[in-house]
């Protein structure tokens, strides 16, 4: 999914507990993931090219920001520090990544996405419990913006950008 859906989706996913913590950070962990590996891996694609990138370390656009090690080092930081910005933060990374393997499993029973390469998003949660190697991915980034017109990536968009529009409204209207 994109970024309005990893926004509006996963907002509403802490929707029970949205006044106890910072908004902003919960919205930046929804969309930190594509933050730190798309730069990572679209940047060593520019440098090296899509078939070297596809074999080195970082092989694909879900690596390090996807893996349940980022999100368990980021709640255990908000709790010795007793933080309820990094609580919001590791909140949202937790939306993105439950949206991101739910959405895989749901594209592969389907049939919209093959097993192989592709995102793996349960691989890169994972890892390095399943390997050391990340899943490969779509070897460039035009490839990975054509998703869009994928039906669970497209409604996954508009579902998010009208929750935003939604939530935007509503607390235009409370001032």
Same mark, same amino acid.
């Given at each position: 999914?994109?970024?309005?859906?990893? #926004?509006?989706?996963?907002?509403?996913?802490?929707?029970?507990?949205?006044?106890?913590?910072?908004?902003?950070?919960?919205?930046?962990?929804? @969309?930190?993931?594509?933050?730190?590996?798309?730069? #990572?891996?679209?940047?060593?694609?520019?440098?090296?090219?899509?078939? !070297?990138?596809?074999?080195?370390?970082?092989?694909?656009?879900?690596?390090?920001?996807?893996?349940?090690?980022?999100?368990? @080092?980021?709640?255990?930081?908000? !709790?010795?520090?007793?933080?309820?910005?990094?609580?919001?933060? !590791?909140?949202?990374? !937790?939306?993105?990544?439950?949206?991101? @393997?739910?959405?895989?499993?749901?594209?592969?029973?389907?049939?919209?996405?093959?097993?192989?390469?592709?995102?793996?998003?349960?691989?890169?949660?994972? =890892?390095?419990?399943?390997?050391?190697?990340?899943?490969?991915?779509?070897?460039? #980034?035009?490839?990975? #913006?054509?998703? &869009?017109?994928?039906?669970? &990536?497209?409604?996954?968009?508009?579902?998010?950008?009208?929750?935003?529009? =939604?939530?935007?409204?509503?607390? =235009?209207?409370?001032?």
């Amino acid at each position: 999914m994109f970024i309005f859906g990893h #926004l509006g989706i996963g907002s509403k996913m802490v929707y029970p507990w949205r006044k106890q913590i910072p908004r902003a950070a919960l919205l930046l962990g929804a @969309v930190l993931p594509d933050l730190i590996d798309k730069p #990572l891996y679209y940047g060593e694609v520019a440098l090296i090219g899509s078939a !070297a990138a596809q074999q080195s370390f970082i092989s694909g656009s879900r690596t390090f920001g996807h893996t349940l090690l980022l999100l368990i @080092v980021v709640a255990l930081i908000a !709790a010795l520090r007793r933080s309820r910005t990094l609580a919001a933060l !590791a909140l949202g990374i !937790a939306t993105h990544d439950l949206i991101d @393997v739910i959405g895989d499993q749901i594209q592969l029973s389907l049939g919209w996405m093959q097993l192989g390469p592709g995102p793996g998003g349960l691989q890169s949660f994972l =890892w390095p419990l399943l390997g050391w190697r990340f899943p490969v991915s779509i070897s460039s #980034l035009t490839g990975h #913006l054509s998703q &869009i017109l994928n039906p669970w &990536i497209l409604f996954g968009e508009v579902a998010g950008l009208c929750i935003l529009m =939604w939530d935007y409204r509503r607390r =235009w209207l409370q001032r």
